[in-house]
Structure formats: C-alpha cells, structure tokens
DNA sequence: TATTAGCACTCTGTGTTAATGAGTGCTAAC
DNA sequence: GTTAGCACTCATTAACACAGAGTGCTAATA
C-alpha cells in the first residue's frame, strides 16, 4: 500500500510528465507548493516507487518517467473528473442543436471535434448495420440485364447494390420479386437477412418468377454486409505533433495500421458498455506499445450502437480525455436516438 | 539547343537521380558504357547544363541534381514509353476481368494496385455523380415525421437523404409526390436537378398534397450534391518510405493535405483528357514543392467521368509511371464503360 | 527515527576540431 | 576538342571536452 506522500508524487509525476513529456527530478517535484518535503526526501520515495514498479529512469541519472504500471495506477485510483470550458461545452452543443438529418454528418462532426479539443486522434465506429431491420426491399431496374437492389432499414439506412438479372426478366417479375422480398422480410435484421433469405424466400421465388441461380446468387450478394460499422477517423495527423512521433518509423507504422480496417476495429473492446482505458502493451499490438486508447460506446436507442476510441500517446491527459468522451457519448446517444425515436 | 551529348548526359543524371536519389557527379557518369567521354569532358558539359539551368549543385563541390527545367526538358523530349512486364500485366487484368459488379470496388481496387506498382500515392477521383440522370425516384416513410428520399440514377448510383415529412402527411401524399416527381424529372441531370425541381414541380406539389415549406426545403436539399466525384486513395504511407520524406514537418505537410478535399481536388488538371505532369513548384502549392503529380482520366462511355493521380517525389520514375497510367485509365474507363453499356 | 544537506558520480547533449572523401573548376598537355 | 592532373570546397563523421541535470549514498540534524 502506498503512503500518501508516495500518491502525492506519483500524481506529480504523471501530471507533470504528461505536460511537459520530460522526465520528472526530485527538485522539480520539490518546488510544487503543496508538496513540503526537501528534494532527498522525494529520491528516498521515488527510489521505492521505483522499486514498486510505478515509475523508471530513462538512463541512470535522469528523472523519472511513469511506467505502465503507474499510468495504470493513476488511471485506477488518481483520476478525477473535471469539469468542461465553456468554449468546449459550446463546441458541444454547436453540433448537437442545429436540427441535423444526416447521421452520417453528427458522426463525422464529432469525430472532428473531440480531435480538436484533446489534439489527438479520433476513431468512431458507425452503428453497426447488421442490428437495423429491414424496411424496404426495391429494385430498380437500368437496363435489360441490371438492376439496382436498395434496402432501406428501420432507421433511415439505405444499403445497394447492382445485381444482374436473368435474360428475359421482364418489369412484372421485378415485381413479383420485390413484393415477395417485402411480404416475408420486412422487419428482419440485417443479420439474419442471409439466412433467411435463403430458407423462406428463394424457394418461392423459383415457382413465381424466371429465376436463373445467377440471380439467387447477385440476391444472395445483397445480403451481404460488413458486419462492422464505418469507421470514421478525426485529426489523423495530431499525432505527429507528438514529441513521442518524432521517429518516422513509429509514424509509418502507425499509419499503416490505421490504414488496415480489421486492425483499427481490434481496438475497441466492444464486451461492454463503459469507458475502458488501455494503456500501451495492453492493446496487444506492436505499433500501439507507447499509445493509449480510451473507447467510449453511445447507443442509438436502445442497443449499443457504436464506439468512440481516441488515440494518443501512454502520456496522455487521461482526466480531460476520460471527461470529454463522456460528455460527447451521451451527447450522441441522445442526438441519434431522438432522431430515430422522433415519432415511431 | 542541345547537343547530342548533353542530352545523353542530361538523360543519366536524371535516371540515376531517380533511382538513387544521390546527386550524380560526372566519374559515374563516364561509368556508363555507352558514354565515351571522360569525367573531364563531361565536367565541362554539365558545367553548360547548369549554365543553361538544367542541373544544379546542392553545394559547390557536390554531383548535379536535376532542376525543374530539366525534369520537364526530360519529361517533354527525352520520355520513352516502356512495356510492362507480365506480373504487372496479371495485377491489373486481376481486377478487370472478374465480373465486377460494384463501380466503387473496381475504383478503389485501382487505386491500390497502382500504389503498389508504383510505391507512389495514388488518388482516384471517382465517377462525378453531378453529370449522371435520374432514373427513379423513391420515398420510404420511416415514421410519422421522418422518410428516406432515394434517387437512382441511369448507371446504378444511388443517393439518399433523410427527410422531414409534413405534419399530417399521409402515406397517399407520399405516392403522389413520388409519382410527381417520376413524372417531370426522370432524365434529368442530377446537376440541373435543383433547378428544374424548383421550376418544374414545387408548384405542381403544392397543388396536389399538404406541402409544408419545411418539406419543400428538406427537397432542396435531396437535390444537392457534391459537385467533385468521391477521392479515393491508395497507399498513403508509401510516401513515407522515400528518402525526401525524412523531415517531419514535410510529412505533416502532405498528410495535412490529403486530409483537405479541396487541395486534393485541386491537384487534378481536369480541363483536358490527355496524361498531364505537374513538376514540383508547377503544382501551385508549397506542400508540393518537392513533388510532382502525374494525372490522367478516365471516362465511362462518351463522358469524361474521373481522373487518376499519382503523387510522387520530383525524383519521380516518370517513364514508368506515365506507362502505368496510361494502361489503367484505358483498363478503367474499358471496364467501367462496359458495365454501364451492358444492355443500353 | 525520519528528514535533509552535501558530495561524488553518471549520463545526455552540445560545441569544437580534425580527418576523410567525393566532387568540382581550372590549367596545361595531348 | 579532349583529357590528365591538381588544388580547392564542402559535407559527413568521429573523437573529445565540457556543462548541466539528476541520482544515490553518507553523515548530520530535528
């Protein structure tokens, strides 16, 4: 257990750190002016944070810098939550008060703004379609052998693609196909679409209209989703204005890595529905050993819909960071839902 | 004019600038087996190349490094076109012959293949929707207040928006607006669709269901797109790995840059269809100072429809890379304009 | 017993100097 | 017109000294 006078300087130390990027002395600790103890002292305490694990050296005669296991500590039991500027509480609600129709704009928004206010990276997965239900199947046809199939779903998304249809496939078929589409799946989720498209539907299909298995086949197609979100990124290059990236390796990696949507979407840790912290070697990947990554989920409704992740490095303003992500999820939750909500 | 050494000369400094990315000084230069002179000679030619501003030293006793003027004298005169080799060949038939079904995949597929190739950045500008017509309208009510507004166009794009719906407005209201607009806009241009909206049928709306200015507005603004095709890129960091892209600041430079739709866009030349190279200053912009952008555009059936860049440092492998270009944009505007073709 | 002042020691960063090497320009010879 | 030879320039690198920041330890102090 630590003594208090030991959290004082831990707390010191991370703060510090995270200000200024440079490693903490014993005399610079000293000065604060609600920390009494003679500069000795405060090298007798951090020789045994030191030894506790909390805290390392660079090189032997350098401060002190947190490590992984102090950033989790503060993490756990140092942070305070503190309260928004009202230039940020504006910047807020700038986006959430205008009557905005396009969820796709709200995201796109906010993904910008929280990168603005932290000058870090922002990551927002979109609500995850597979979950919508479908509203509306249409077809429509552009030439003899296209057509476009559009699905609309319960909230407002509209999914497409070209399929081809079977030669002499007249408009009545195309009819017929998108009455029987509308008959037996309207309200189905996305995910099960597939299936059950395959087990109710093709079967009818084959006896009413000229079906060819090309055309079960491009139907099949249609049913076929990415089942994660969209992933929106704000201020992608904050991160090279962190004294951390200076080494252009570390830029190309990370770059790299955020161009690969299956590694971007390893992030978030989706179990659960609090904010989660995940501080450097935690996240499990390489690139990401001196970053942190704190995710947030909103909900539209009431399923969890999708998550906010903001990127910066292990010596991160975890308290503004933590703070802003709440205020911006619930924020979003609340916009998206009113709009879905907005008279069903 | 030159001489026929001093083209000979010229040539090797470039190509071996480009490779090497050293300034080139004139005993390599004798190296070559088909140069006979000695360094002496060729001292006294490069002398007069600098003299008439086609080479420049980085410091008084360094090799030569092409200038400006003499990467546009070699990209004007001293270009040859080279062949491909097979794998080259196999990559890009790769794309075009599976039977493609979605334009979006084929662009974006394009753009990375050709990163690849080339280990250059490659924008794609894609399809400009503005230029396409309206094949079918739709209205879908998702609630009371709320509806999804959908327009196909003649080679399966589709556009949607949400829209709020009139207090009131019944389902028949819907049916007759979307048959209205059926009616009167079906073959129109989406770029003259605003105008002849207002013309043609708000009048016409007004008369025949309970039509709110907010609905009216929300119609507006179905109408409006973006005026620029979507940007798609390809390889990203690639520019990362070349030596010029050492210093930091010019990498937040570019990635800024890319980051802003305009300047992107700004970096086509879409007056002309031919393949068009802008060397380092030409491209008008300080980022671009140390890059050139080599451009070409494709068309999908008589239309002009988008445009490829490939962004690389001034030491850029031209030949090679107008090559390239030149083999997509008539892959691309092939395959794109027989997909749309299939069946007019 | 806990704290603190003092001091030797360690490591980084910076500025200086010297050596090396690649390349040029010029002159004189071919 | 071409080329060999040579003096000169400049960038790069290594070696070295030195200042500064910080530590750990010891001995004195409250």
Do not use: C
Not at 22 to 36: A, F, N
Not at 246 to 260: F, G
Not at 276 to 297: F, K, Q
Request: aromatic share 6%; charged share 20%.
């Amino acid at each position: 257990m630590l003594t208090n006078r030991q959290l004082q300087i831990l707390q010191v130390i991370v703060d510090d750190f995270v200000t200024s990027a440079q490693p903490v002395g014993s005399r610079q600790i000293s000065k604060k002016d609600w920390i009494t103890s003679s500069p000795a002292t405060i090298r007798n305490e951090m020789a045994d944070l030191e030894e506790l694990g909390f805290i390392e050296k660079t090189h032997t005669s350098s401060g002190r810098v947190p490590s992984e296991k102090g950033y989790r500590f503060y993490v756990d039991h140092l942070l305070q939550p503190i309260s928004m500027s009202n230039r940020e509480i504006g910047l807020f609600q700038s986006i959430f008060k205008n009557q905005i129709v396009e969820m796709e704009q709200v995201i796109r928004e906010s993904a910008n703004i929280l990168s603005d206010l932290t000058s870090y990276t922002t990551i927002l997965l979109g609500p995850n379609v597979s979950k919508h239900r479908v509203k509306r199947f249409q077809i429509v046809p552009l030439s003899e052998q296209t057509a476009v199939a559009i699905i609309v779903t319960d909230n407002g998304h509209v999914e497409n693609r070209t399929i081809t249809l079977p030669q002499g496939f007249a408009p009545s078929d195309i009819e017929k196909t998108v009455n029987i589409l509308n008959e037996r799946l309207v309200g189905v989720s996305l995910l099960e679409l597939q299936s059950r498209l395959e087990l109710e539907t093709f079967n009818v299909l084959r006896q009413h209209v000229n079906t060819a298995d090309s055309f079960i086949q491009s139907l099949r197609n249609v049913a076929t989703f990415q089942n994660e979100g969209k992933i929106y990124f704000g201020g992608k290059t904050n991160m090279l204005n962190q004294p951390e990236f200076h080494d252009l390796n570390k830029v190309r990696a990370l770059m790299e890595m955020m161009e690969k949507e299956s590694q971007v979407i390893s992030l978030f840790h989706r179990e659960d529905t609090g904010i989660h912290i995940r501080i450097g070697s935690e996240n499990n990947h390489i690139v990401m050993d001196d970053l942190s990554v704190i995710t947030a989920s909103y909900s539209v409704g009431n399923d969890q819909e999708g998550s906010i992740a903001i990127i910066g490095p292990k010596r991160m303003d975890y308290q503004r960071v933590v703070s802003l992500l709440d205020v911006m999820r619930s924020g979003l939750s609340r916009a998206l839902s009113n709009k879905v909500n907005d008279g069903l």
